[in-house]
């Protein structure tokens, strides 16, 4: 067939070669991605060679993944796509936890720990106390939900970056909530940390002049029976890179208060020196349809 100067007969083929894909939504998908394609290389001219380059680039992201490490999602993150998902997907009930970005580090399991117990296995940081309750969008406590926590040292290092100086599962936790919905642990206050720039991500922030940090965070992963499960962070309050996160994953209603806590009782209850830093923080889901 032949095709004239701008290519839209190669387009028209390349669409019609999807039409007999038995599944319609990967039929869908891939109707849309060929089209947006072919209309970038038109709208841009794109050269042989910027195309060259740009396999080049998809070619080292994928031999940059690891086991430990996943390129190909810190990419996603870093144009916002992983974000724009989370967000075109994230309709929930009024007043459901806000879900973001679930980031490059969720790469093994997080060790069962009880109620209560340290995830910070090293020490040396500020200690915290993270406490809340998972509820449905009705405020019905969810007892026996599962929380997943995983989190930067005090420094900005996952476990899975400092195998040898890090134990593993350090920063990690799976908890299950109690007869009440609660959920608490011991911790230190995370710091804000660059994403990794030593592979071709980190290239494509130096080329394009942006900085790599993300602001001080916990991710969570919230599962309840009967509920639609919520991915999410909280972000320490006043620190450094809330307006400029690399990954554009902020939601305000996830910034929350590391408070100062002097309450010797309390101290006492959750097992910490008095005084100290307290984030509360309650995970609403959604009923699932």
């Known amino acids: 067939m032949t095709t004239d100067a701008t290519g839209t007969g190669v387009t028209e083929q390349a669409l019609a070669s999807l039409q007999g894909a038995a599944d319609p939504r990967l039929r869908e998908l891939l109707t849309g991605l060929v089209r947006h394609l072919h209309e970038f290389a038109r709208e841009t001219r794109l050269t042989q060679e910027e ?50 970005v679930l980031g490059p580090f969720h790469m093994t399991e997080s060790p069962v720990r009880a109620l209560g117990d340290d995830i910070d296995l090293v020490g040396g940081g500020e200690p915290c106390v993270v406490s809340g309750r998972v509820l449905s ?45 609660r959920f608490w642990f011991r911790t230190c206050v995370p710091a804000p ?9 980190g290239g494509l922030l130096r080329a394009t ?16 029976e009967g509920h639609t499960p919520v991915t999410t962070h909280i972000f320490v309050a006043g620190g450094d890179y809330l307006d400029s996160d690399a990954v554009f994953a902020v939601e305000e209603s996830l910034v929350q208060d590391f408070a100062e806590t002097d309450d ?15 984030a509360r923080f309650d995970l609403v889901l959604e009923r699932a349809a």
Request: with cysteine.
């Open 51 to 100: 195309w060259e380059r740009a396999i080049a680039f998809l070619t080292a992201t994928g031999q940059a993944c690891t086991d430990t490490r996943q390129e190909f999602i810190l990419l996603s993150d870093v144009l916002g796509l992983s974000m724009l998902v989370e967000t075109v997907n994230g309709h929930r009930a009024p007043g459901a936890t806000e879900s973001t």
């Open 137 to 181: 969008e009705d405020g019905t406590p969810l007892p026996g939900a599962l929380v997943d926590v995983w989190q930067a040292d005090d420094k900005g290092y996952y476990d899975v970056q400092q195998p040898g100086v890090q134990p593993a599962g350090n920063g990690r936790g799976l908890f299950t909530a109690d007869s009440e919905g």
């Open 193 to 201: 940390y660059p994403i990794p720039t030593d592979g071709p991500v």
């Open 209 to 224: 002049g942006r900085h790599p940090y993300r602001p001080a965070h916990i991710h969570f992963i919230a599962t309840a």
């Open 264 to 278: 010797p009782s309390l101290a006492r209850e959750f097992g910490v020196a008095n005084p100290f830093r307290h």
